[in-house]
């Protein structure tokens, strides 16, 4: 694998600050220098205000501003320093509704924890290497939900209302 992160900028956002270290230590097998951290969402809302981060790895739960207000606030914000900012959420909830939840808030990638290394790095080169479109809809903004660009050839069941039905399974 090759990635160059000596220039990448990374905001580190979690209130467990062994677990900061911990991810410190991954982005810096990575070449990854220029690393600030945050102990909550308030607290990188203020440090984004000054450090134009490339790529923010967020916790979920942490007082007073969790990393799903934080998402909302960064990608909807009327005073957000980089709606555009690719985040990575890192989290020991994992139920699919909350892996739903993120995705709705705007995240960019899910990782639950206990995380590896091999995993950390992953997501980092994935977001960074390819990043997904942004789009804007009634109630969503942030990164493509679909990991894949395939062309739909069925009905537009959003635009006509149509009940959901059972699909083939695409080749």
């Known amino acids: 694998m090759e990635f160059d992160g000596s220039d990448l900028k990374v905001l580190v956002i979690e209130d467990n600050q062994h677990f900061r270290m911990l991810i410190r230590t991954v982005l810096q097998t990575l070449g990854i220098r220029q690393v600030h951290e945050a102990v909550d969402g308030a607290n990188a809302l203020d440090i ?3 450090y134009p981060a490339d790529l923010v790895i967020a916790d979920w739960k942490m007082e007073p501003m969790d990393g799903i207000v934080f998402a909302h606030r960064l990608r ?3 005073d957000s320093p980089n709606p555009y900012l690719p985040i990575i959420m890192v989290t020991g ?3 699919a509704r ?3 939840e993120a995705r709705d808030a705007g995240i960019n990638e899910f990782l639950a924890k206990p995380i590896s290394a091999k995993s ?3 997501r980092v080169v994935a977001v960074m290497s390819k990043p997904r479109p942004f789009v804007r809809t009634g109630g969503y903004f942030g990164p493509d939900r ?3 660009q395939v062309p ?3 009905e537009e069941r959003r635009r006509t209302g149509a009940p959901t039905q059972p699909q083939p399974p695409r080749k």
Request: glycine share 10%; proline share 5%.
């Open 146 to 148: 679909r990991r894949r």
């Open 76 to 78: 909807r914000g009327p």
């Open 48 to 50: 984004l205000k000054t």
């Open 120 to 122: 950390l790095i992953s």
């Open 152 to 154: 739909w050839n069925g």
């Open 98 to 100: 909350l892996v739903h």
């Open 93 to 95: 909830y994992s139920e």
